[in-house]
């Protein structure tokens, strides 16, 4: 009789103990305990707090361990343990992102069913306690929007079988080659399912009641948005090189084009003219595309000049040479403190150097909240020091 109830009792930590994560890319962590919240019915001793978007336990390797190409056909597989049910969501972000709920919600390129296609497992890992010795795996497409660099592949389960919570595991990716575009149309497949979205069982045990055939919430009104690499805190891939130039620097932008200036270091923020007269104040405020955000940019021939295109003033500088002095609009006037050296770094974004003092627009202590003010500094390549230009 012992023997039969440490028997179940092993079989117990062995279910709660697997669960499933990602095994191809190989992820982040060796963790095979399923990266979630809370424990299953009766077993309050596992508990588990994980709530993703990555995993927080197990031992981290942050090492590259896919490289793929825009546009390429690849294939990911997952662990099964013994359940059914539910979708993956697929997301693609930046590492500095990789624990940002909004920005792995933002960028979500596709959702797989669960149960997809089931192939013999290849090792202990991705067998985990499943009974049959059996994985899934399934084909996507990576997205064509994501400039060469290191990336944060999600994996996200949610909406399985049971009392399950979601599950999350990711892997460091790097992307290299192939076509550059600018958006890129989710896909999905129709599931069965007890929840539609990632968040509604966020702790475990739930229960939602059965598995029901559907699509995810995101897909409810039709196909959704295209997304690009502005979603989620992510820059766009840089403007092609155009006509520009001139003796003020300004490589690759259109004279005379009007551009969104998002700050790098937060990119959801950019520039803006805090009013419509002259000395109103320049900041940063979340981007919206209106009149007040959106700068012509001339080649003046010594200089370009940055007007605002809801009051038409100037982006000037007030006359000092000291750090920390801060910009305002005001009237074109052809003056010094009026002209700007775009300068194009190697990351495609630029700097804007002031003819006046040689310092840069800076966004004050790096700050990220709406009104922060826009002063000169000296250089220091930091992130708030580079703005990437959207065309509009």
């Known amino acids: 009789m012992w023997t039969a109830i440490v028997m179940v009792a ?15 890319p190989r992820p982040r962590s060796d963790f095979s305990g399923g ?30 361990t896919a490289t793929w190409q ?23 972000v930046r590492k500095e992102d990789m ?24 090792n202990d890992f991705e067998c985990g306690t499943d009974q049959q010795k059996v994985a899934f795996k399934e084909f996507i497409r990576v997205p064509p929007i994501y400039p060469d ?13 049971g009392d399950l919570a979601d599950y999350h595991s990711c892997a460091n990716i790097r992307i290299q080659g192939g076509p550059l575009e600018n ?6 497949a129709r599931c069965d399912s007890k929840t539609d979205t990632v968040g509604d069982c966020a702790v475990e045990p739930c229960y ?15 196909n959704p948005p295209a997304i690009s690499f502005g979603a989620g805190g992510n820059p766009p891939p840089p403007p092609p090189p155009n006509n520009g130039g001139g003796g003020g620097g300004g490589a690759g932008l259109e004279n005379g084009g009007v551009y969104l200036l998002h700050t790098q270091h937060a990119y959801d923020s950019c520039v803006d003219a805090g009013g419509d007269g002259d000395g109103s104040p320049v900041q940063i405020w979340g981007c919206y595309g209106g009149a007040n955000q959106r700068w012509k940019l001339e080649d003046r021939g010594s200089g370009w000049s940055l007007t605002e295109q809801k009051g038409f003033k ?38 804007f150097k002031s003819k006046f003092s040689g310092k840069y627009l800076d966004v004050a202590g790096m700050s990220r909240d709406n009104g922060a003010r826009i002063q000169q500094w000296d250089f220091s390549g930091a992130g708030n020091q580079k703005f990437v230009l959207q065309r509009v």
């Open 70 to 92: 825009r546009g390429q056909t690849v294939e990911v597989r997952w662990s099964k343990n013994n359940h059914r049910g539910g979708f993956v969501r697929w997301t693609i």
């Open 208 to 222: 939602r009641g059965g598995l029901v055939n559907r699509l995810p919430k995101k897909f409810a009104g039709g």
């Open 149 to 161: 660099g290191e990336y944060i592949l999600g994996w996200a389960w949610f909406g399985g079988d």
């Open 99 to 122: 624990m940002n709920r909004q920005s792995h919600a933002d960028l979500a390129f596709a959702y797989s069913c669960w149960d997809s296609q089931q192939v013999g497992c290849q």
């Open 35 to 64: 990266c979630r919240v809370g424990h299953p019915t009766n077993l309050e001793q596992f508990t588990f707090n994980c709530p993703g978007p990555c995993e927080n336990m197990g031992a981290i390797d942050n090492s590259v």
């Open 10 to 24: 092993m079989v117990a930590v062995m279910e709660v103990s697997s669960h499933s994560y990602l095994t191809n």
């Open 183 to 188: 958006a890129y149309t989710p896909v999905t």
């Open 314 to 351: 100037a982006l000037d500088i007030y006359q000092t040479y000291d750090n920390g002095a801060m910009t305002q609009t005001w009237g074109w006037s052809g003056a010094a403190n009026q002209l700007w050296y775009p300068e194009r770094q190697g990351d495609g974004s630029y700097a």
